[in-house]
């Protein structure tokens, strides 16, 4: 999806902008111009930011938001083990070290409320190559020689994640939420109550209640529900699933200690966006920049079907969003993120589901995972590969553009950019004062065009990179690009450069 491109004396207002009455208390209003705008600048710190909206952007001149598209790599894991079967899924992916682990639904047969459901556990040392350690801990047909850490109606979407908290205690380094809307049994016969139940851990795989009684039962939650420590807002933040009129939506809560949450609140989009089915959000902190809300929903259509060999009605793929404050959020990119393909087995309704979590594979790459084979006796994941921070970018084509920033204030000595170009395209960036004057030593002209391809780019003038001086002080850039995509800036150190 693109826009199109206002004249550079006109502010950036897309209408899919999402709420600025949200946005206003984040990032500045755009202004009839930059010398009108006396609004409070943005303190961005030496966080990055990545251009997965608008919010930094005051004006734009031939250049557009463009959604980057994710590397299709290996298939990681079948579920054909006898516990797990066609219908395994809502996966969570934890990190912990140097250790991948993947969480996800063994589900051979049953409904929903069936205590036949377990979760199970895979484990990589690379986040490529999976594993099922035989843990021993629950009996399947007479043995418990298998990778399950728990079994009952809680699994059916038992979603763990690593406690970043500070003030966690050991014992719960690792949490979960799992539970299901309809209530059923657990693996000892005993009644489970509808709701959200909490789960803590050492060490992600011996698992216990934190309560005896759900922590939260206003929901629809046969989804994968999810929750993790919001370092930006110094709380736990759950997504979980709702209906709103006939459609699946996701909501939220806050919590300050994991067993006692708010009200939830339904997501909120800008005026204009469609209502669709969201099955799962998906929903985490940004790597690096976890002032940032990114989400990955499982789009549903529950009207179509496509697959003549597949007896379920509805189709899936999967879309992206973000958030600056976790209520609302950003729906820039109406299309998809990742399309069913070539692959007929993947036109089916619950394929092209987006695993929770980010992995950091090698230096510089995120791994995000998605379901593929739903209901087909191969049912699987699949890696994508997604180079640090690369979701979207403001995108110029061969004709070039330029972009300029909203004021905001910044804590660094160098700026780095995060960007690609053709061998043809290039970069310039010129830093400006709050009322759109260009500073001396650091105009366009002043900066030799850059070309390449680098995730963390130190910015060099004529006059040299150190910017110090104007630390604390309200500027703006304005960002010349010709063939080329800047996906993410920061202002850092002279020891973040590689």
Not at 150 to 179: I, M, Q, T
Not at 197 to 217: N, Q
Not at 340 to 353: A, F, H, I, V
Request: net charge negative.
């Amino acid at each position: 999806m693109t826009f199109a491109a206002p004249t550079r004396s006109t502010p950036f207002r897309p209408a899919l902008l999402v709420c600025f009455v949200a946005l206003a208390a984040i990032i500045a209003a755009p202004s009839a111009s930059p010398a009108a705008d006396d609004a409070q600048p943005t303190d961005i710190g030496s966080r990055w930011e990545l251009f997965v909206d608008p919010a930094m952007i005051d004006q734009m001149q031939d250049v557009e938001l463009e959604l980057a598209q994710p590397k299709q790599a290996e298939i990681v894991l079948v579920t054909d083990a006898a516990w797990e079967g066609p219908t395994s899924g809502y996966y969570s992916v934890v990190q912990d070290g140097d250790i991948v682990r993947l969480y996800y639904r063994g589900y051979a047969s049953g409904s929903d409320a069936s205590e036949n459901q377990m979760t199970c556990m895979a484990e990589s040392r690379d986040g490529v190559h999976f594993t099922r350690p035989k843990l021993g801990i629950i009996e399947i047909d007479g043995s418990a020689e298998n990778n399950a850490i728990w079994k009952g109606v809680e699994s059916h979407n038992f979603a763990p994640f690593l406690d970043k908290n500070p003030d966690c205690p050991a014992d719960e380094r690792y949490k979960a939420l799992g539970g299901i809307r309809a209530g059923g049994t657990n693996w000892k016969g005993q009644k489970v109550e509808p709701g959200l139940y909490a789960f803590g851990s050492s060490d992600g795989i011996h698992w216990r209640k934190l309560s005896d009684e759900p922590v939260m039962t206003k929901g629809a939650f046969d989804s994968l529900n999810l929750a993790f420590w919001d370092a930006a807002r110094g709380r736990y933040a759950c997504y979980s699933r709702i209906f709103t009129d006939g459609v699946r939506a996701v909501q939220s809560s806050h919590s300050s200690d994991f067993r006692h949450w708010s009200e939830p609140v339904a997501n909120r989009y800008a005026e204009g966006v469609p209502m669709e089915h969201f099955y799962t959000s998906a929903t985490t902190p940004a790597p690096g920049a976890e002032h940032l809300l990114l989400a990955f929903p499982k789009r549903f259509r529950p009207d179509r079907t496509k697959n003549p060999e597949h007896s379920d009605t509805g189709v899936s793929d999967a879309v992206f969003m973000s958030s600056r404050d976790g209520v609302n959020w950003d729906r820039t990119f109406l299309e998809a993120w990742v399309r069913p393909g070539l692959d007929q087995k993947n036109w089916t309704e619950r394929s092209n589901m987006p695993a929770w979590g980010i992995a950091e594979t090698a230096p510089g790459e995120w791994s995000i995972y998605i379901s593929e084979h739903y209901r087909w006796p191969d049912n699987r994941l699949r890696r994508l590969v997604v180079p640090r921070h690369r979701l979207a970018s403001v995108h110029a084509d061969a004709e070039g553009g330029e972009f300029t920033t909203k004021p905001f204030t910044f804590d660094g000595e160098q700026l780095l950019l995060n960007y690609s170009t053709s061998a043809a395209g290039s970069v310039q960036v010129e830093v400006q004062d709050a009322d759109g004057k260009p500073i001396e030593g650091f105009e366009l002209a002043n900066m030799p065009p850059l070309f390449g391809d680098e995730l963390e780019a130190p910015i060099t003038w004529k006059t040299g990179a150190d910017l110090s001086k104007l630390k604390g002080q309200p500027v703006r850039l304005r960002i010349k690009l010709k063939d080329a995509d800047l996906y993410a800036l920061k202002f850092g150190s002279k020891d973040d450069v590689p």
